[in-house]
C-alpha cells in the first residue's frame, strides 16, 4: 500500500575550498609560510563570512541517514 512518509535526512558532505584569502600575520613565520595550522583552522571556522559565501566548495557526500520517521499518512 502506497503511503507519504515524511522524515528528516541528515546528510553529511565532505568538501573542498581553493581561495585567495588574506591570512592574518598572527599565524605566518617570518618567510610568510604557515605556521599555525591548527589556529589557522579556527580562525577559518570562527570567521565563515571570510570565505563561505566567496566560492563554492567542490562537495561530496559522505553518508545519508534517516533521523526519524515525522509522519505517515
Known amino acids: 500500500m ?3 512518509v515524511k522524515f ?3 546528510i553529511v558532505t565532505h568538501g573542498e575550498i581553493e581561495i585567495d ?3 592574518p600575520d598572527e599565524f ?3 618567510d610568510g ?3 599555525d595550522e591548527d ?3 579556527d580562525w ?3 570567521n565563515e563570512n571570510e570565505w563561505y559565501e566567496l566560492v563554492p566548495p567542490f562537495e561530496e557526500i559522505q553518508s545519508k541517514e534517516v533521523i526519524e520517521i ?3 499518512y
Open 39 to 41: 589556529g589557522l583552522r
Open 70 to 72: 515525522a509522519n505517515v
Open 28 to 30: 605566518l613565520d617570518e
Open 44 to 46: 577559518l571556522n570562527d
Open 21 to 23: 584569502i588574506d591570512v
Open 8 to 10: 528528516p535526512v541528515e
Open 33 to 35: 609560510d604557515v605556521c
Open 2 to 4: 502506497n503511503k507519504i
